[in-house]
């Protein structure tokens, strides 16, 4: 039996059950049992599946979505401010593939960007609160989910949005509750 994600089991029915004395049938026990188990693998799969919404396709079994451009309104990128240092800013800007803008999404929820994690900056759950490139951390405010093309804080649940809705190279890009438009929504 193979289920999604490459998972599978072998199982093997016989007609007499190991030690029987009279040499009766436990058919419909092993089927049964067979059952309970297919269930539960596809339950597992599909557990799987629900939290793999959270984050890009992951081709890499080595714990990391590669480093790609993430773009947003009018085409623009996610693009830290100037190099990547910690504490600089996260901007949108025009694509060019700078390792500034090349981002690599982690299966703990980091989104991370030349060595650096994308942080709500102070932790701050106010809407219009920055996001910066910061040293790794761990925290929850470095914590990134992605569903429907937003990109959610662990922390907060606010998205990713361009600053006053303006897709314009250099806006800066903030953290606001979700609305579902166009300025918070982002492909990869």
């Keep these: 039996m193979w289920v ?9 029915l016989t007609t007499e059950a ?17 059952a309970v188990i297919a269930g539960i693998a596809l339950i597992a799969s599909k557990d799987r599946k629900d939290r793999d919404n959270d984050r890009p396709d992951d081709p ?3 714990g990391s979505w590669g480093a790609h451009e993430i773009r947003g309104q009018g085409g623009l990128c996610l693009d830290i401010e100037g190099s990547a240092r910690p504490g600089q800013g996260l901007i949108v800007f025009n694509c060019h593939n700078g390792s500034n803008q090349r981002f690599e999404w982690r299966r703990n929820g980091e989104l991370r960007v030349a060595g650096l994690c994308l942080d709500v900056a ?8 920055r996001v910066i490139a910061f040293d790794c951390n761990g925290q929850s405010n470095q914590r990134w989910r992605a569903r429907d093309g937003q990109i959610r804080s662990e ?4 998205c990713l949005d361009i600053e006053n809705a303006r897709a314009r190279p250099g806006q800066a890009v903030i953290m606001y509750r979700c609305t579902g438009s166009e300025n918070q929504r982002w492909s990869w």
């Design 18 to 34: 190991a030690g029987s004395r009279d040499g009766s049938s436990n058919v419909g026990a092993a089927i049964a049992a067979a």
């Design 155 to 158: 922390s907060t649940g606010k």
């Design 60 to 62: 890499d079994p080595g």
């Design 4 to 12: 999604d994600g490459g998972c599978g089991g072998r199982f093997k």
């Design 122 to 129: 102070d932790r701050n759950d106010n809407d219009g609160a």
